[in-house]
């Protein structure tokens, strides 16, 4: 597919919804065109970012994986073939990049296609290259920032050692890009941390309830007044796994088999039990079923139609309580939820921005009509 070919898609721009945005190509992905059932052609990261930008979404997030989803090459393809659509990564983990390979980045992406960048990061895994501690992560984005105003860096502390560590030809030229701290549950320390100023925004994983949302949400806010600062200079988003008006077994394959790998993952599915106060001996048959035995990370050796057995596992009350299914307007009313707990945004996950276009315009005939002007894509 040319790239005349992806911008002849999409003459005109609809409004900006301005707290919706959405992940692309989740998962697991291949490089071929005709990749086996269930998973994603690599190449619709391109097609997706360009219907991102066509129906209205404010931002594309990319899940990073290292392998064929490797954030600086497909987040600068995405934003070259857009204009206004605002370009991150999701929880790009700080444990994989020097600070100095991350910041260049960046400003990278802030240079070439102008201030659309959000440099959204995660503390890491620990079955998988560490976890920064949350003092260290902090201070590794604190680093960034440095970095970012032109500053030569000397550092000694829990995110490592660094001695005179600078970036070439970026103080005072390029803007820097938002800082976002994406969390499972927002828990006491990762609230404490989400304080700091050197964060734009938080970002909280999908599959919370609503009340643990609203929990998170209250302990950030409670955080950033106890340390001076004005909880709403912090941007709090949500996101939700989205499956509207899909066939029942697509729902269960988005739904149901995609927090199999949440939840069949220790630290992670943990955290997310205790945040949503649900009952641990599921998820233990669950990490017992025969195809999951000895699996530490199921999500890298299957995709998630081939998890639909073990999905059956998933009690349907669960996903009605943290997904957005059903109708279009059953959809709205799960968001419009969500969002009473207090986050200001929402990131649809696990579905494509086609999938997602008649709950987007859904969502923005329900708010102020926009004042944002139709645009055409230019040559």
Request: proline fraction near 7%; glycine fraction near 8%.
């Amino acid at each position: 597919m040319s790239t005349q070919t992806l911008t002849d898609e999409t003459a005109t721009l609809a409004p900006v919804v301005d707290d919706m945005s959405i992940y692309v190509v989740p998962g697991r992905v291949k490089a071929t065109i005709d990749a086996p059932p269930g998973y994603t052609p690599l190449r619709r990261a391109l097609t997706d970012a360009i219907d991102a930008e066509r129906l209205g979404f404010r931002r594309l997030i990319l899940s990073e994986r290292h392998g064929l989803k490797d954030a600086p090459v497909l987040l600068s393809a995405a934003a070259a073939h857009t204009t206004r659509l605002e370009i991150g990564t999701g929880a790009a983990s700080a444990a994989s990049r020097h600070p100095v390979v991350a910041g260049g980045f960046g400003a990278t992406m802030q240079a070439l296609h102008g201030p659309r960048m959000i440099m959204g990061l995660g503390r890491g895994d620990v079955l998988w290259n560490g976890q920064l501690g949350f003092d260290a992560f902090v201070d590794y984005a604190k680093i960034l920032r440095r970095l970012w105003h032109g500053e030569k860096v000397t550092y000694d502390g829990p995110a490592g050692t660094l001695r005179d560590a600078k970036m070439d030809d970026v103080s005072g030229a390029v803007p820097p890009p938002q800082l976002w701290y994406f969390a499972l549950g927002g828990g006491p320390r990762a609230a404490r941390a989400a304080a700091d100023p050197v964060w734009d925004g938080i970002v909280l994983y999908p599959f919370l309830t609503p009340e643990a949302v609203r929990v998170a949400t209250a302990r950030i806010r409670s955080e950033c007044e106890r340390r001076g600062r004005d909880p709403d200079s912090l941007h709090v988003a949500h996101c939700i796994t989205s499956a509207p008006e899909l066939d029942e077994s697509e729902m269960r394959a988005i739904c149901h088999a995609r927090l199999v790998t949440y939840l069949q993952w220790p630290s992670f599915g943990d955290a997310l039990v205790k945040a949503n106060g649900w009952d641990m001996d599921i998820v233990r048959k669950l990490r017992n079923h025969a195809q999951l035995r000895g699996n530490a990370t199921a999500d890298q050796r299957f995709h998630r139609v081939e998890l639909l057995e073990p999905a059956k596992l998933i009690p349907d009350e669960w996903i009605t309580q943290v997904c957005a299914v059903g109708s279009v307007a059953d959809c709205i009313q799960t968001i419009a939820g969500f969002r009473e707990q207090g986050p200001t945004e929402t990131i649809l996950y696990g579905s494509t921005p086609r999938q997602n276009a008649a709950l987007l315009d859904a969502w923005r005939a329900r708010r102020q009509p926009s004042t944002a002007p139709e645009v055409s894509v230019g040559n």
